[in-house]
């Protein structure tokens, strides 16, 4: 078949596809971006995603296309609906810019935000962001967390939360009301999207989706934001410290030096925004066998405590190797919730207690 007859074809196919609650077919709805279709018949369109939308229609959409004679593979570009003053909604297109805070530069409401960072993926980033957002509420804190890393969004299965969050009206605009977990509010991709979908976006979108996430949730009055960033030194980074206050990143690493030499490039590009960094946290610092209680330095040791020290930053703490931490991920509760006394959990709030005096600091600074 042509490339005219499939895209003819698929769109077909798409128009019989309809949503449950308004009848509508999904072309007519306006759901349906721009399909494209290449010599090699793959297929390729944007979905713009809305409070509403069941679960299972983005699904649909893509199981339609899928079955359109001589299309050999379809990718969707999820999109998020841009939520204006007027409560309008439309695609959030690249370069777009949400409805602007009434303080810009502050996140109304919340009295510190603080970035969780690293130069590489694979160190327990978003391990370390959601047990400091538990640690906070445990601390009697009123806390939110934000799952900044559009590729990789993990925050869900962390908390245990497979929630929808609803959109409400909030002074005349529409809001998206974060989920709670364990005290913490949360808002993630990973809440929007099925749980095999991939996020296939470029930079530009994923700076609108964090410019939404940022000033169109309604986090209400926080002691604290956490935001779980993206490993790197991209387009979330600046995006973050461009759009509001960020008090200071935590960075976390490794003992080994492949980490180490990544967390240095993150500290720059930290200092060269004019950010501060309020400390180092080591994360997989030496097993401790269960048999005879040796520890075992799997990834090296001391990496982090040297690094923070050549660069003249806070050294915040290290915590150990514990396969407590791997089973609290998975079953979707932090380990200062599920095993407070392991090592790991008591490690990991020591460096919320660290934390939460250096933001005492800076208020009276």
Not at 61 to 86: D, F, I, T, Y
């Amino acid at each position: 078949m042509k490339v005219d007859e499939i895209r003819g074809s698929v769109m077909a196919a798409l128009s019989e596809v309809r949503h449950p609650a308004s009848g509508k077919d999904i072309l007519a709805s306006g759901h349906i971006q721009g399909v494209e279709v290449d010599a090699s018949g793959e297929v390729r369109f944007g979905f713009l995603m809305r409070a509403d939308d069941p679960p299972d229609l983005l699904k649909e959409a893509r199981s339609a296309a899928e079955a359109v004679p001589g299309v050999k593979g379809v990718r969707v570009n999820v999109q998020l609906p841009q939520m204006g003053p007027q409560g309008k909604q439309g695609g959030i297109k690249p370069g777009s810019v949400p409805a602007p805070t009434p303080k810009p530069g502050i996140l109304p409401g919340v009295k510190h935000v603080v970035a969780v960072s690293s130069g590489k993926g694979g160190v327990g980033k978003s391990m370390v962001a959601a047990n400091l957002a538990a640690s906070f509420a445990r601390l009697g804190h009123k806390v939110g967390l934000l799952d900044a890393d559009i590729y990789g969004p993990n925050i869900p299965l962390m908390f245990g939360e497979s929630g929808r969050p609803r959109v409400t009206g909030v002074e005349g605009r529409e809001m998206i009301e974060p989920l709670e977990a364990h005290g913490v509010r949360l808002m993630s991709l990973g809440f929007l999207l099925d749980k095999e979908q991939p996020a296939i976006m470029r930079g530009p979108l994923i700076t609108g989706i964090l410019k939404q996430f940022l000033e169109q949730v309604a986090w209400g009055v926080l002691d604290i934001l956490v935001v779980d960033m993206p490993p790197g030194t991209g387009d979330a980074q600046l995006s973050l410290v461009q759009t509001i206050d960020v008090d200071g990143a935590v960075m976390v690493t490794t003992p080994q030096d492949v980490a180490t030499g990544d967390v240095r490039r993150g500290v720059k590009m930290f200092e060269r925004v004019n950010t501060r960094i309020l400390g180092v946290v080591e994360n997989m610092s030496g097993l401790s066998c269960p048999h005879c209680g040796e520890v075992v330095d799997v990834f090296g040791s001391g990496g982090g405590e040297r690094l923070a020290a050549e660069m003249k930053l806070p050294f915040l703490g290290r915590i150990p190797l514990d396969p407590a931490v791997r089973v609290a991920g998975d079953e979707g509760s932090p380990t200062v919730v599920s095993a407070p006394a392991s090592a790991a959990g008591q490690a990991l709030l020591d460096v919320a207690r660290s934390l939460e005096r250096t933001l005492s600091a800076l208020e009276v600074g």
